[in-house]
């Protein structure tokens, strides 16, 4: 596995992590989020309103994986997650 991919799951489980789109928006919207990773095969709609979300609060957006890879990493089925947490999010840069 991607060393990239093994932060994701690290941070998961320190709780440095969310994920799901609507946790993820969420998450954008307080202020908490330092990265956000989406998925490679993210559908058009989904993607444009992530990157308009994450443009207007200044977050980075991550698309190096597909979803598949993200799901394995973090062990549930997702396509989209956020880190809280600036160290994690500077790991994967």
């Known amino acids: 596995m991607n060393k990239k991919l093994q932060i994701l799951g690290l941070a998961q489980v320190a709780g440095q992590l969310v994920s799901g789109y609507d946790t993820v928006l969420q998450t954008l919207q307080q202020?908490?989020?330092c990265l956000v990773v989406a998925a490679s095969d993210l559908s058009p709609r989904s993607l444009k309103n992530i990157t308009n979300k994450c443009s207007y609060y200044q977050v980075p957006l991550h698309r190096e994986f597909?979803?598949?890879e993200i799901s394995q990493a973090l062990g549930k089925k997702r396509s989209i997650c956020?880190?809280?947490d600036q160290g994690f999010a500077n790991s994967l840069k």
């Open 66 to 68: 597909d979803s598949l």
């Open 82 to 84: 956020a880190l809280t």
């Open 31 to 33: 202020g908490k989020a």
